[in-house]
């Protein structure tokens, strides 16, 4: 099962809005709405932003968003903030009853 | 307050093996699905493993099939995560995770060092 294609990187300005791109295939992204967006700063364990493609966690700011189309899922921060400079990784249910990660994205706020 | 325990990793030989333990609490343990998850040194995440509530169903990352064994005690609130046949590129952070999705809560990881 290969990883799922993030970009390395994206960055933005505070107030700015940038989006992370998850594309993977038709045996897993193309298959389910079982995507879901992971928030990772250095040296913590992973933090659950969005789950089943749209939906947010309580807890978690509205400035979230996750869409799909076809085999590429997206993950959109509005209003960039400081706080939100961290790695974000992509993972997606497949067709082996298996789950996927995305290769991750590292987000800059400038 | 949900809380996972990752305990067991440490310093192994090429072609050893360990057992991974993760201490839950604060939920239903025998009402959820649960997982492993790694995370090489300044690597990125990897699934490793997944079992089913009632351990019936396992699942495993080609990468890992047939070398490593995932079970749980519901009794004992307890996952674990039997790991063999270690090569260096199994050298991580090893987390256990309660659900991929909705409700996912992840503990801080136990680091497998593999090196003669």
């Known amino acids: 099962q290969s990883a799922l294609t993030q970009p390395p990187s994206v960055s933005g300005s505070p107030g700015q809005s940038v989006t992370i791109s998850c594309t993977g295939t038709?045996?897993?992204?193309?298959?389910?709405?079982?995507v879901s967006w992971y928030q990772q700063p250095p040296g913590t364990a992973p933090k659950l932003m969005i789950y089943e493609v749209t939906n947010r966690p309580s807890g978690v700011p509205d400035r979230f968003s996750g869409s799909k189309s076809g085999n590429t899922a997206s993950l959109t921060i509005s209003g960039l903030q400081a706080e939100d400079e961290a790695d974000y990784y992509c993972s997606s249910y497949t067709t082996s009853s298996t789950f996927v990660f995305g290769t991750g994205t590292k987000v800059t706020v400038l | 307050e949900v809380q996972l325990v990752e305990s067991g990793g440490g310093l192994v030989q090429p072609g050893g093996s360990l057992r991974l333990s993760c201490a839950a609490s604060?939920?239903?343990?025998?009402?959820?699905?649960m997982y492993w998850v790694r995370q090489a040194p300044g690597k990125g995440l990897e699934y490793v493993s997944s079992i089913s509530s009632n351990g019936i169903g396992t699942y495993y990352a080609n990468s890992v099939k047939g070398r490593f064994t995932i079970s749980r005690d519901n009794s004992k609130n307890k996952l674990y995560l039997q790991v063999g046949s270690l090569r260096t590129e199994d050298m991580a952070v090893y987390y256990c995770a309660r659900s991929l999705a909705s409700e996912s809560h992840w503990g801080q990881g136990t680091l497998v060092t593999v090196s003669s």
């Open positions: 038709n045996s897993d992204v193309g298959s389910y709405n079982r």
């Open positions: 604060g939920f239903t343990f025998g009402a959820y699905a």
